[in-house]
């Protein structure tokens, strides 16, 4: 393949631009400049091959193809006017060069307003395919890790206080278990307590259910723990925690590759952290929405009300109201109390037929439990803090909510 345009050349030295003709030899890969004089005559000048180091800008109407000679500091310029030339030129020379060095020569060369269109086209389409990417990420994680995960998580749990034991009061937390998790869920669930003065529970990935003892300790009864276990075991079944972490750890090793921080420590340091790292995420909106949907159903499925855990919800935003009143519900992890409230109510009236069904049926040892007020064990409760040590604020000092 020969192609060829009419071009002028600057050696760097002479002012006046020498007239002739380039001419790109398909077969070697190489460009031939051939100077034409007063007298029409030709003559060969100089090659250009792969191993010169081109950029290509446009000026006007023209594209300058400037090199420089190895040792040479001086600059050497050809001038041609033939756009399809040039992009012939970019193709077969720049074809070893980065994406970005390209992108960059691409823009000198081709007009800006349909450079600007088309990056922003591909950064559009990048940018969807990474969001997306990232969001289903966790579903890249064998379900067995999950537990591996929560494990690497529990000594993390030291931070929030002292594992107790209270044998009788996680017995009975285990027997509404069946009741509330999915049918030939991969999981195997268990209960921890851990000694606190906060008011509060959270699931590990893998099954592990922790209850603060604070919670329990508060609790009017089993039927508002059982709202709450429910609301726990929707994160596990739907992985929350995994999703959470996957998305972040994803969106670490994008923007790692992306700026170039690809070392092996980094990213061998970022899976070793995933078990503390776990700890430090949130739930989002979404996913506590997703765990209140997943316990409503759960409970009246079971034949167990939903209306102990909106009085649970209804306590808690009384307690805690003066705490609250003044950070905009949107930037709250949780739903609004109220809004939870009335998302458990409205499904309880939808569903009353398979509550009532379900009630009728329920075991008779589940019935006389959910009635009772759990009682714990004297190691798992905390000491309570004074009055004055808590600013003569009521002691439930931390989150409130499950």
């Avoid at 446009?58 to 033939?82: F, K, P, Q, T």
């Avoid at 591996?148 to 209270?166: D, N, Y």
């Avoid at 899976?271 to 700890?279: E, F, N």
Wanted: neutral net charge.
């Amino acid at each position: 393949m020969i192609k060829q345009t009419p071009a002028r050349y600057l050696d760097g030295i002479e002012a006046r631009p020498r007239l002739g003709r380039l001419v790109f030899e398909g077969t070697h890969g190489e460009l031939h400049f051939y100077e034409t004089d007063a007298s029409s005559t030709e003559r060969f000048v100089f090659s250009l091959d792969k191993n010169h180091a081109f950029e290509i800008r446009s000026r006007g109407g023209e594209y300058l193809i400037e090199w420089r000679e190895s040792g040479n500091a001086l600059s050497r310029m050809l001038i041609v006017s033939d756009i399809e030339f040039v992009r012939l030129i970019r193709d077969q020379f720049l074809a070893h060069k980065s994406i970005f060095w390209r992108y960059a020569t691409l823009v000198w060369s081709e007009s800006l307003g349909k450079v600007a269109v088309s990056l922003t086209a591909v950064l559009v389409l990048t940018g969807l395919a990474g969001w997306i990417f990232m969001l289903n990420s966790y579903r890249l994680i064998p379900i067995a890790w999950d537990k591996k995960i929560g494990e690497q998580a529990e000594p993390g749990l030291q931070e929030f206080g002292q594992t107790c034991a209270s044998p009788q009061t996680v017995r009975d937390l285990k027997k509404l278990l069946p009741y509330l998790t999915e049918p030939g869920t991969p999981y195997s669930y268990d209960i921890q307590i851990i000694q606190s003065n906060i008011e509060n529970a959270f699931a590990l990935p893998g099954g592990k259910i922790i209850f603060f003892s604070q919670l329990l300790k508060n609790a009017k009864s089993y039927s508002e723990l059982a709202g709450i276990l429910a609301h726990e075991i929707g994160h596990v079944e739907h992985r929350h925690g995994m999703k959470q972490l996957s998305q972040y750890m994803t969106l670490r090793v994008l923007l790692a590759l992306a700026f170039g921080m690809t070392e092996d420590a980094t990213l061998i340091a970022t899976a070793a952290d995933a078990g503390a790292l776990l700890l430090l995420l949130k739930n989002s909106r979404n996913h506590e929405r997703e765990a209140d949907s997943y316990a409503a159903q759960k409970l009246a499925a079971a034949g167990i009300s939903n209306k102990p855990i909106r009085e649970f919800f209804a306590r808690i935003e009384r307690e805690h109201k003066q705490e609250l009143e003044n950070v905009p519900d949107f930037i709250l992890t949780h739903p609004a109390d109220a809004e939870r409230i009335l998302f458990f109510e409205r499904y309880e009236a939808r569903h009353s037929n398979t509550l009532r069904a379900a009630a009728a049926s329920l075991n008779r040892e589940i019935t006389a439990l959910l009635k009772r007020k759990p009682v714990l064990a004297a190691a798992c409760i905390a000491p309570q803090k004074s009055a004055a040590a808590n600013g003569g604020e009521d002691n439930n000092d931390g989150d409130t909510e499950p």
